[in-house]
Antibody, heavy 120, light 106 residues
Framework: EVQLVESGGGLVKPGGSLRLSCAAS????????MNWVRQAPGKGLEWVGR??????????DYAAPLRGRFTISRDDSKSTVFLQMNSLQTEDTGVYYC???????????WGQGTLVTVSS | EIVLTQSPATLSLSPGERATLSCRAS??????LAWYQQKPGQAPSLLIY???KRATGIPARFSGSGSGTDFTLTISSLEPEDFAVYYC????????FGGGTKVEIK
């Protein structure tokens, strides 16, 4: 059974940084592209970005508004994907989900999410 | 960026009724469209991909149709567990989501 467990969320001041982790199990992690999606309180879903597998270069793609502040990485030896978030703003507040890629751009399995609150 | 517009924002129906949800893209996404269901306090889950293919374990009452810019998710007969928020998402050009349609009990 696929399991994705996010961690690392919490309260951070505007301008601060946070690193989220997503530990995966139940599948061959190194063979799967991974995504991050976020959801502001009471709002809809927003794709953050994804990291492809090493066999296709480990390419990273980001939603245009977030490019430059957010960085995705992966450690296949630990079956973990990371989201480094810098220069955080209040509008970055929300639940952050990791998910597996499904057919090159859909989102198959999801974690339960981790809450990030950016507030002074 | 491809913008997806979902309508209606809210659909009020009774169990057993048919639900028809719409998703319109600002430009053609071919058949590269998915639908997700999200229940309160839970992560979304994949229902339909490639516009009309049901994901593993999804009941046959859920069906998707459309191509290009106009797509529809149909729930043939609403079960109590189907009352939730539904999102469409395209993968033709980057990834974007629609704003969601809430299906609520009338």
């Amino acid at each position: 059974e696929v399991q994705l467990v996010e961690s690392g969320g919490g309260l951070v001041k505007p301008g601060g940084s946070l690193r989220l982790s997503c530990a995966a199990s139940g599948f061959t992690f190194s063979n799967v592209w991974m995504n991050w999606v976020r959801q502001a309180p009471g709002k809809g879903l927003e794709w953050v970005g994804r990291i492809k597998t090493k066999d296709v270069g480990g390419t990273k793609d980001y939603a245009a508004p977030l490019r430059g502040r957010f960085t995705i990485s992966r450690d296949d030896s630990k079956s973990t994907v990371f989201l480094q978030m810098n220069s955080l703003q209040t509008e970055d507040t929300g639940v952050y989900y990791c998910s597996t890629d499904y057919f090159a751009g859909f989102l198959g399995s999801w974690g339960q999410g981790t809450l990030v609150t950016v507030s002074s | 960026e491809i913008v997806l517009t979902q309508s209606p924002a809210t659909l009020s129906l009774s169990p057993g009724e048919r639900a028809t949800l719409s998703c319109r893209a600002s430009q053609s996404v071919s058949s590269y469209l998915a639908w997700y269901q999200q229940k309160p306090g839970q992560a979304p889950s994949l229902l339909i991909y490639d516009a009309s293919k049901r994901a593993t374990g999804i009941p046959a009452r859920f069906s998707g149709s459309g191509s290009g810019t106009d797509f529809t998710l149909t729930i043939s007969s609403l079960e109590p567990e189907d009352f939730a928020v539904y999102y469409c998402q395209q993968r033709s050009n980057s990834l974007t989501f629609g704003g969601g349609t809430k299906v609520e009990i009338k």
